[in-house]
């Protein structure tokens, strides 16, 4: 049985979405040389956020963090679609934007979402650099954000 990528979603019981279309003019990723660029991605099914709001005032962490992660699937899709997840040499960084109430100051564990399941798929590859941002609003008044840069062979 492969252990690649597709085989660690598969046993996440996870499979890849389509990639989510952009919002405005920009593509989904860009390749740069050994660089892979993801666009934010939000947290997206079928074309529809999962949730809207603040986290810490109708937003649960816990259910941030689940968001988190679907905003990495589809940083993943996007990738996937590009140059092939069998291509990711590593997760380089990770920046995660969380659409915070006043006070909410746990946006490292939002963010955690989209970092866990980086390291679930590619292992010692999906460790990377980060920052989890809070900030007053966000695209579609989405919780959360995921931007991501890999490097690919």
């Known amino acids: 049985m492969?252990?690649?990528?597709?085989?660690?979603?598969?046993?996440?019981?996870?499979?890849?979405?389509?990639?989510?279309?952009?919002?405005?003019?920009?593509?989904?990723?860009?390749?740069?040389?050994?660089?892979?660029?993801?666009?934010g991605q939000l947290p997206l099914a079928e074309?529809?956020?999962?949730?809207?709001g603040k986290?810490?005032?109708?937003?649960?962490?816990?259910?941030?963090?689940d968001l988190a992660q679907r905003c990495a699937l589809n940083a993943l899709a996007a990738i996937d679609s590009l140059?092939?997840?069998?291509?990711?040499?590593?997760?380089?960084?990770?920046?995660?934007?969380?659409a915070s109430a006043p006070g909410f100051t746990g946006q490292p564990g939002v963010v955690n979402g989209a970092s866990e399941l980086f390291g679930a798929v590619f292992g010692e590859a999906g460790r990377h650099a980060r920052s989890a941002v809070?900030?007053?609003?966000?695209?579609?008044?989405?919780?959360?954000?995921?931007e991501v840069i890999v490097e690919v062979a």
Do not use: R
Not at 7 to 33: N, R
């Open 134 to 146: 809070g900030v007053a609003e966000l695209p579609l008044d989405a919780p959360v954000e995921v």
């Open 83 to 98: 140059v092939g997840l069998e291509k990711v040499v590593k997760i380089v960084k990770l920046t995660g934007f969380v």
């Open 2 to 39: 492969s252990n690649g990528p597709h085989a660690k979603l598969a046993e996440l019981g996870l499979t890849l979405p389509e990639v989510a279309s952009p919002l405005a003019s920009y593509v989904p990723a860009v390749q740069s040389g050994q660089h892979v660029y993801v666009s």
């Open 55 to 65: 986290v810490g005032n109708g937003v649960s962490a816990e259910q941030a963090k």
């Open 47 to 52: 074309g529809k956020l999962l949730a809207t």
